[in-house]
């Protein structure tokens, strides 16, 4: 199975303050298609996960354009410009282009 | 806006059997791949199967193969996880997934 390993494990940030976590795939994510199938999702306290990003860098119609998303082949980001109260939880990042779907271990943003 | 309500979760004890349902809508069911993912109390997201638009694909991690049997209802636009030999490792919360949108999930909890 892809092994995806999210970085850092927790982040403690200021209202406003830009935010960035990494996620590293153990193999490359680029399919036959040539589409990428990495994803992000975030999972608020107490709360099933919501979608972010799909295909790297493509945010979902209802996502603020604070989120962006970025990397290729094995190595990803996700960015958010100015943290906001309600981006605090966990967030995954899962990859699509192998089976079986893996995820990410997870990334805790908390408010500082 | 898409729905995806899950249910059928409780306590049962280990080697015995449970079925979740999830009802779904907003959208053409038989359309789209439908799938299962679970959460363990305080851990992340894994899959554990997933199933094509008319029902004739199905597929399973490695340790539910055997034991769990995903299927759906097109004319009732529900997706069913039938779950047997029930393990203490088998404990989550099972959500139900389709591309970016997922239900609020339920709980299984495998225990004597």
């Known amino acids: 199975d892809v092994v995806m390993t999210q970085t850092p494990v927790s982040l403690s940030l200021a209202i406003g303050q830009p935010a960035s976590i990494s996620c590293k795939s153990s193999q490359s994510l680029l399919g036959t298609s040539g589409k990428t199938f990495l994803n992000w999702i975030l999972q608020r306290p107490g709360q099933s996960p919501k979608r972010l990003i799909y295909q790297v860098s493509k945010l979902y119609s209802e996502v603020p354009d604070r989120f962006s998303g970025s990397g290729s082949e094995t190595e990803f980001t996700l960015k958010i410009s100015r943290v906001e109260a309600e981006d605090l939880g966990v967030y995954y990042c899962w990859q699509g282009t192998h089976f079986p779907q893996t995820f990410g271990g997870g990334t805790k943003l908390e408010l500082k | 806006e898409v729905q995806l309500v899950e249910s059928g979760g409780g306590l049962v004890q280990p080697g015995r059997s449970l079925k979740l349902s999830c009802a779904a809508s907003g959208f053409t069911f038989s359309n789209y791949d439908m799938a299962w993912v679970r959460q363990a109390p305080t851990k992340g997201l894994e899959w554990v199967a997933s199933i094509s638009t008319g029902g004739g694909n199905t597929y399973y991690r490695d340790s539910v193969k055997g034991r769990f049997t995903i299927s759906r209802d097109n004319a009732k636009s529900t997706l069913y996880l039938q779950m047997d030999s029930l393990r203490s490792e088998d404990t989550a919360t099972y959500y139900c997934?389709?591309?970016?949108?997922w239900g609020q999930g339920v709980m299984v909890t495998v225990s004597s």
């Open positions: 997934a389709r591309g970016g949108y």
